[in-house]
């Protein structure tokens, strides 16, 4: 509608100051007369709105001018109350400041919206953390915040999985990204993007050097970027299992992350066929968990790596004694998919 364009349009002045006419278009997927045609509206409506021609022009507001109108709608006013990820605010310190931001927030409403706001706030909860995930390093997130929004260089002092000793870089950092309640930060290294878990920083220091992003490359491009590799690896191991229909629920639970589609379960029978995909071969030892619940079909090599596996683990239990120290097959304890 003619109305809530003209409203977009000028809470982006208000927000952003001079916007070129293209790029209110754009933003509005109407034509640059169209935006013309809405500017003359609003001047004639009475707000202060003047274009200007040339290179660096565009269209603006007076200098001082701003309108109280927040232009929500009762469903945008229940959506500001619902709070995905509370957990996040509290990692980087924002708690109180969303709790004031949303009482103001909730003065500013329309009266008729407010109470569907506030029922909205009590009825509706998000919890981003995964069941049972289990203890976790505590993270600080302070010096990478102060690099992310101060744009500096980082040096990192980063703990691999499946390595003892960190190891250090100099990354250029575009943000942080809170996934299913693990933190990461996204970051050049090199002028190639990368993904370092937050709780695997050791050590973190801000350089005096500005940070060197990639032109026209936001946050939101790298990390689509490094989500693509994580979750669509080419050198992947794909495996056929068969589950115990007794048991396809919490099979279907405990390797979500590995599984490429979701099993077809006909209700006949007692095994439902599966398949995943795993990093590296040795991962698909995660099965072992599963004892004689799942079997894996094909390819042949899983079938021997789970195998040896076993053995590996019964040789262990037959030929010690509790209390004794002979070292276990560690690679049975390596977790699959794991980022970084």
């Keep these: 509608m003619k109305s809530d364009r003209l409203l977009s349009i000028l809470l982006l002045l208000q927000t952003r100051g ?43 507001l007076l200098p001082g001018f701003r309108t109280d109108v927040t232009g929500l709608t009762a469903d945008e006013s229940r959506a500001l109350f619902v709070l995905a990820a509370q957990g996040a605010h509290a990692a980087l310190g924002l708690d109180a400041a969303l709790g004031s931001a949303l009482r103001k927030v909730m003065a500013a409403l329309p009266a008729p919206h407010r109470p569907a706001a506030e029922v909205t706030s009590r009825r509706v909860l998000v919890d981003a953390t995964r069941w049972m995930s289990g203890p976790r390093r505590a993270v600080d997130l302070d010096v990478l915040q102060d690099a992310v929004f101060s744009d500096r260089r980082l040096r990192l002092r980063y703990r691999h999985s499946g390595e003892r000793e960190p190891r250090t870089y100099t990354v250029d950092p575009y943000g942080l990204v809170a996934k299913a309640g693990t933190w990461y930060l996204v970051a050049d290294r090199r002028g190639r993007p990368q993904l370092f878990r937050a709780d695997r920083v050791r050590s973190a220091r801000l350089l005096d050097e500005p940070v060197r992003r990639r032109p026209g490359v936001e946050l939101a491009d790298a990390w689509e970027v490094l989500r693509r590799q994580v979750e669509e690896r080419k050198d992947a191991v794909e495996v056929t299992v068969r589950v115990r229909r007794d048991r396809l629920d919490l099979f279907q639970r405990m390797a979500a992350a590995q599984l490429t589609a979701v099993p077809d379960d006909d209700g006949v029978g007692e095994w439902v066929t599966a398949r995943l995909a795993y990093p590296t071969l040795r991962a698909v030892r995660q099965l072992l968990a599963f004892t004689d619940q799942v079997e894996i079909l094909d390819p042949p090599e899983a079938r021997a790596e789970l195998l040896a596996a076993a053995r590996s683990v019964t040789a262990l239990y037959e030929g010690s004694r509790p209390g004794s120290r002979q070292p276990a097959d560690r690679a049975a304890q390596v977790p699959p998919g794991e980022v970084g």
């Design 18 to 60: 001079r916007v070129p006419a293209p790029e209110l278009a754009d933003r509005l997927e109407v034509s640059v007369r169209t935006v013309y045609r809405d500017v003359e509206a609003l001047s004639a409506a009475g707000v202060p709105v003047y274009a200007e021609r040339g290179r660096h022009g565009g269209i603006a």
